[in-house]
């Protein structure tokens, strides 16, 4: 699956051994189509981990959802208002938000995927 390379290449996770004691968190494929006036124009699928088998504490300590500021929002708009610019969206492939984790967290790979044998 190309997105699961991507996120390979990108040096996201690397393939380890479960450690004794420790739980790893099941993941898995989530696809969607994408329509147009009932059209299909593109098909999208995306790994996700099943986070409700995650313990508070031992494998996070804070949840979080990133997002824009409204004002940051007006601003972008007001300035592109002012300098007639053209305003344009896009839907990125290998879109995610990256940051350093505290915890070491272990996922097993998505069903039908098994990265380096059963690690």
Known sequence: ?????????????????????RKAIGSRIVFKVKTRDGVPVRRKARIIAKGFSQRYGIDYSDTFAAMAH?????????????????????????????????????MQPPAGREEDGNK
């Open 1 to 21: 699956m190309a997105e699961l390379a991507g996120l390979k290449k990108m040096g996201v996770f690397e393939v380890v051994e479960l450690p004794k004691g």
């Open 70 to 106: 409204p004002r940051a929002i007006s601003l972008v708009l007001a300035l592109a208002a002012m300098n007639n610019w053209f305003i344009n969206s896009a839907d990125l492939e290998q879109a995610f938000l990256h940051c350093n984790l505290h915890e070491t967290i272990y």
